[in-house]
């Protein structure tokens, strides 16, 4: 497996838990769910950005929820 597929999955599992966490039509839910479904560097690029711009509580948050 390569690094943009493990990218991909692991934006996908993150989306996922900010859906709970701040909501679907949040701008980082959003990118998050476009940098898995496109895959592109851009669009991950842009997603890891957006994610680092949340409260870290909420970072911390998501990453806990995506932990196994």
Do not use: W, Y
């Amino acid at each position: 497996m390569d690094e943009k597929s493990i990218d991909r999955v692991a934006m996908g599992r993150l989306a996922k838990a900010l859906i709970f966490i701040c909501g679907a039509d949040h701008p980082t839910t959003m990118a998050l769910r476009a940098a898995a479904d496109s895959g592109t560097v851009r669009d991950i690029k842009n997603a890891r950005t957006q994610f680092l711009r949340l409260k870290p509580g909420d970072r911390r948050a998501a990453l806990t929820m995506i932990d196994d």
